[in-house]
C-alpha cells in the first residue's frame, strides 16, 4: 500500500541518544512517516465492552499498525483509570460550551498500541456501563459523548504537541459530532465515521444545542436536525467525509426505508455520492480451538472427538442430560433485535425433536424471564445463564452443533464467524454481515423471512443435516475453514484511508456553520 506523500503529513522527528544503533535510527524514521490514523470509540474490550464495536476497536487499529501510526481515543471510565491509576497526562483540554474542562492522558497496551483517556471525573467517574447503570441511560450522555467528539477534533488540531492526527476515523453516534465540531471551527481534518448500528442514533431534545456548542444555524435538515430532536449520528452522516459501515449488505439496506431508521435519504445520497461502503469486520485470530485457552479440550478439524468433550463440558455447566441429539446455542443480548422471540417460539420443536438448547446473555427482562421459564418446563433439555461469560461463550461455540441467530437486522456479527471458526453452524436470517458470512448450506443455514415459519424451515434443515454424519462434518470442515481475519478488512480501510485523504480539502471546502 503507498500514500500520496503531499496528503500525509509526518510525525515529529524522533529524539535519538547517542547509544542508538544506526537500525534504532532507520526503525524510528520509518515510525514517523507512517500517516497518522486517531481513532475514537466509546468502547474497546482492553478495557471495557459492551459488543461488537468494543471487539472491532481492539481488533482493527492492530490490523492497521503495519502501514499507519494508530492512536485509540477512550474516555476514562472508571474501569480505564483503576487499571492505569497514573495516567500521564500530556495535555489540558479547555471547557467548551457546558462541556467541561479535561486532561489528555496517554497510556499504552501491552503490544504498545498507544491510547488517548480524557480524564474527567464529573463525566467518567461512575458505575455502569459506558451508557448507564442498570438499564437506565446516563441523562448527561449527550456532554460525556459531546466531549468525546471534540476531544478528538482538539487532537486534530494539536493538543499533544508531540502528534497530530491525519485522519479521524470515528465509531457510531458517540463520536459522530466531531465531523461537525470541525466543519464549525473551519477545520478539514478528513473524516470517515463507521456505523455500527444505525438504531443508535443518540437523539437529544434540540434545547441542548448551546450546552454542546451546536450553533443553531446547524439545526436543519442539512445539519444535525432530526424530526425536531439533535441527532449526534446525523450530523456525522452529513459532516463525514466518507461513512462505511460494518457489511456491504448492510451499507445497502440502510439505504431503504425498511433498514434506515429514517436516514435512508440522506445515505442514499452519500451512496450516490460515492461516500458510503461496506467493510466486513474481521475477528481476532485467538478464535481457534487448536490454541483457545478458555475450551475444556482443544480440537482441529475432523476431531470431533475433542468437539464433543465441549459439548460435554457445556452440558454439565448447564445442568443438560446426556443427549445423542443436536446441541443449539444462543450466545446473544436477548433483545428484539436479535429475533429471541422466534427461537423462544421455536424452542419446543427442538425439545419434541431430540434436541438441546443452552443460552447465555442478558437484555429485556421479559426475555430474560421467558428463557428461565422455558428451562424450568424442559429440565435437562434447556439451560439458560443470564449475564455472560467469556469462558461459557467460548466453550458454546465450541460445544454446540448449531448456532441460532434469527436477528431482524444484523449490521455484520461476530457470534456466527466465532461459531464457524469452532465448527458450530450457523442458523441465521439472511441480513446484513450474516448474509455476507455464512454460506448458505455449506458453512450454515439461511432464510428468508424473519419469522417463526422461516426459522422453523432452517431448523428443520439442520436437523435434516445432523443426522447425516457425512454431510454434518463436511459442512463443519468447511465452516472452520473460512478465513474471517481482519487482514481483508484492513486493506479495505488503507484503500480508502487514501482516497478521502486525498479528497479531504474538497469534501470540507464549504461546509462550515457560522
Known amino acids: 500500500m503507498t500514500f500520496p506523500a503531499s496528503a500525509w503529513s509526518a510525525t515529529q522527528a524522533p529524539a535519538l541518544s547517542p547509544d542508538d544503533s544506526p537500525q534504532d535510527a532507520i526503525e524510528a524514521l520509518r515510525g514517523s512517516l507512517k500517516p497518522r490514523i486517531l481513532y475514537a470509540t466509546p468502547e474497546m474490550a482492553d478495557f471495557i465492552k459492551t459488543g461488537g464495536l468494543g471487539e472491532v476497536a481492539a481488533s482493527l487499529p492492530r490490523a492497521l499498525r503495519q502501514h499507519y501510526d494508530v ?72 456532554l460525556r459523548f459531546g466531549r468525546l467528539s471534540l476531544a478528538a477534533v482538539e487532537i486534530a488540531q494539536g493538543a499533544d504537541p508531540e502528534w497530530r492526527a491525519d485522519l479521524l476515523h470515528l465509531n457510531d453516534w458517540q463520536t459522530a459530532l466531531a465531523p461537525a465540531y470541525l466543519a464549525w471551527r473551519g477545520q478539514r481534518t478528513p473524516t470517515v465515521l463507521t456505523i455500527h448500528n444505525l438504531a443508535y442514533q443518540g437523539l437529544f431534545p434540540w434545547e441542548n444545542l448551546g450546552r454542546l456548542g451546536v450553533p443553531e444555524s446547524a439545526f436543519h435538515i442539512d445539519g444535525v436536525e432530526f424530526y425536531g430532536k439533535l441527532s449526534f449520528l446525523k450530523a456525522g452522516l452529513f459532516y463525514a467525509s466518507h461513512v462505511t459501515t460494518v457489511s456491504e449488505t448492510y451499507a445497502h439496506e440502510i439505504t431503504t426505508p425498511e433498514f434506515g431508521c429514517g436516514l435512508d435519504g440522506l445515505l442514499r445520497t452519500r451512496a450516490h455520492q460515492g461516500r458510503l461502503a461496506g ?41 443438560l442430560g446426556v443427549s445423542r441429539g443436536p446441541l443449539f446455542a444462543i450466545v446473544s443480548r436477548l433483545v428484539h433485535q436479535k429475533g429471541v422471540d422466534l427461537t423462544l417460539a421455536a424452542a419446543e420443536a427442538i425439545v419434541a425433536e431430540g434436541g438441546q438448547l443452552v443460552v447465555t446473555g442478558q437484555g429485556e427482562p421479559r426475555f430474560e424471564a421467558a428463557f428461565l421459564d422455558l428451562a424450568r418446563r424442559h429440565p435437562g433439555a434447556v439451560g439458560v445463564r443470564v449475564g455472560f461469560e467469556e469462558t461459557d461463550a467460548h466453550r458454546m461455540f465450541a460445544g454446540s452443533d448449531f448456532l441460532l441467530m434469527p436477528s431482524r437486522f444484523e449490521p455484520c456479527g461476530l457470534a456466527q464467524m466465532y461459531a464457524q471458526r469452532f465448527g458450530s453452524l450457523p442458523i441465521a436470517h439472511r441480513t446484513g454481515g450474516l448474509a455476507d458470512t455464512v454460506e448458505d448450506g455449506v458453512t450454515g443455514f439461511l432464510f428468508g423471512e424473519a419469522s417463526l415459519k422461516g426459522l422453523s424451515g432452517a431448523i428443520r434443515r439442520a436437523f435434516d443435516t445432523f443426522a447425516s454424519k457425512r454431510r454434518l462434518g463436511a459442512m463443519r470442515r468447511s465452516a472452520m475453514s473460512r478465513d474471517f481475519g481482519w487482514d481483508k478488512a484492513a486493506d479495505g480501510y488503507s484503500s480508502l484511508y487514501t482516497r478521502v485523504v486525498g479528497n479531504g480539502a474538497d469534501l470540507m471546502r464549504g461546509r462550515a456553520v457560522a
Open 71 to 142: 492512536r485509540i481515543l477512550i474516555p476514562g471510565y472508571r474501569q480505564v483509570v483503576e487499571r492505569h491509576p497514573d495516567i500521564p497526562v500530556v495535555a489540558h483540554l479547555p471547557g467548551s460550551a457546558e462541556m467541561p474542562p479535561c486532561d489528555l492522558g496517554l497510556i499504552e497496551t501491552g503490544d504498545g498500541l498507544p491510547v488517548y483517556v480524557i480524564l474527567c471525573d464529573a463525566l467518567y467517574e461512575r458505575d455502569g456501563s459506558p451508557y448507564g447503570d442498570q438499564g437506565v441511560d446516563f441523562a448527561d450522555n449527550d
Open 279 to 319: 467493510i466486513l469486520n474481521g475477528i481476532d485470530e485467538s478464535w481457534d480451538p487448536r490454541t483457545d485457552p478458555l475450551l475444556a479440550t482443544r480440537f482441529e478439524p475432523d476431531d470431533w472427538k475433542g468437539k464433543r468433550a465441549n459439548a460435554d463440558a457445556v452440558r454439565t455447566r448447564f445442568g
